[in-house]
């Protein structure tokens, strides 16, 4: 069964900046999604800020294997109780990736617990990503590094957790240096964060970006949701799966039951 894959633009700048516009005259999101159907496993829909629950409505989310998201300047119009579902399915075990400033996302900052900060130049500098984790399968099919002309540089610290998995590292003309392919886990859910895809640069036109993107959907799907780990239930001594008897005190039930989860 081909791979669900939503992916989620912020289509902001493409209808206020001619650059954008030009660089990608069908909307980012679009781009996206033609790199991506080059794999005949994947499946894509594509969806905006713009529509009606930012087009992660449950239904929706229900129906993705992976979610792959774009966002910039407009992060702080996505409405919470989007990002508490989204946050949700990928606890779940839906695959998220997020690309280049989805860094700063409620998303993905909510999902890795920290800032996500940097710092950053918008000078079109060259990037050269290398491959530092060759056998990993997002890295499959690519070079030992490529290199893109025109990029936002990004340089670290990059304040997120520690990765599971440090797949690229990107140096930039100007000097510095940036961890721009990490995996991470949270609940049953894979994660994957890339850093390429300044808007004003038509990064989502080449080639080995896309070889990522598409390797990286591969990666993320688990095709399975544990909709479980959404509960917190009490197991009665009863059910113990070992037989005990009760003892010690305990918590009154009326006490216990603000605590229960469910």
């Known amino acids: 069964m081909p791979i669900r894959t939503l992916v989620w633009g912020e289509n902001v700048h493409e209808q206020k900046n001619k650059v954008v516009a030009d660089n990608y ?29 930012h087009g992660c409505s449950e239904a929706a ?47 993905f900052k909510g999902l890795m617990g920290s800032p996500a900060n940097l710092h950053w130049r918008e000078a079109g500098e060259r990037e050269r990503l290398w491959v530092v984790n060759p056998g990993h399968p997002i890295a499959k099919g690519l070079p030992p590094y490529f290199e893109l002309e025109y990029e936002e540089m990004y340089g670290e610290p990059f304040s997120v957790p520690e990765p599971l998995e440090t797949v690229f590292v990107s140096w930039f003309q100007g000097g510095e240096v940036f961890r721009s392919g990490l995996t991470y886990r949270r609940g049953a859910g894979n994660i994957f964060y890339f850093r390429p895809g300044h808007e004003t640069y038509p990064t989502y036109h080449d080639a080995n970006v896309g070889q990522v993107l598409r390797n990286a959907v591969n990666w ?25 008897e009760e003892r010690g005190a305990k918590l009154s039930s009326s006490e216990h039951a603000g605590q229960v989860k469910s």
């Open 220 to 244: 993320a799907y688990d095709g399975t949701r544990h909709s479980h780990l959404m509960k917190a239930p009490n197991t009665p001594v009863a059910q113990a799966i070992e037989p005990i």
């Open 25 to 53: 005259p069908n909307g980012m999101h679009n781009q996206i999604a033609a790199l991506l159907k080059e794999d005949a496993n994947i499946s894509v829909k594509t969806t905006t800020l713009q529509e009606p629950e």
């Open 61 to 107: 989310l229900s129906e993705t294997d992976v979610l792959v998201w774009w966002g910039h300047a407009a992060h702080d119009k996505v409405d919470d109780v989007v990002v508490k579902r989204v946050m949700e399915h990928v606890w779940q075990g839906m695959g998220l990736i997020v690309l280049h400033s989805g860094h700063h996302s409620k998303v």
